[in-house]
Nanobody, 119 residues
Framework: VQLQASGGGLVQTGGSLRLSCAAS????????VGWFRQVPGKEREFVAG???????NYADSVKGRFTISRDNARNTVYLQMNSLKPEDTAVYYC??????????????WGQGTLVTVSS
């Protein structure tokens, strides 16, 4: 499965962005999809994930501000990011894996999309 992340950009503190992860090659319906982010010089970190049965999991740092959802008809997973903070600035990646476990190793990765939150 090929993944294409999009929707990043520059936003002010407190603003919102919606990231999209569009899949091609295979339907995402049987895959768990996760969003990760990475800042230069730091390890990539888990942000949010949604399993094929629509179970979700969030990092503590984004709970209550970010929402992950999926549209199987569009073969796309979204990450709605509200109340953005400068510390959310990073390159965001989407990834997919077979099975229902969100917190596990992911097999397929898209290219990143840059989110910059200005103070």
């Amino acid at each position: 499965v090929q993944l294409q992340a999009s929707g990043g950009g520059l936003v002010q503190t407190g603003g919102s962005l919606r990231l999209s992860c569009a899949a091609s090659g295979r339907t995402l319906i049987a895959y768990t999809v996760g969003w990760f982010r990475q800042v230069p010089g730091k390890e990539r970190e888990f942000v949010a994930g949604i399993s094929w049965n629509v179970g979700t999991n969030y990092a503590d740092s984004v709970k209550g501000r970010f929402t992950i959802s999926r549209d199987n008809a569009r073969n796309t997973v979204y990450l709605q990011m509200n109340s953005l903070k400068p510390e959310d600035t990073a390159v965001y990646y989407c990834a997919a894996r077979s099975g229902a476990t969100v917190l596990s190793t992911y097999d397929y990765w898209g290219q990143g999309t840059l989110v910059t939150v200005s103070s």
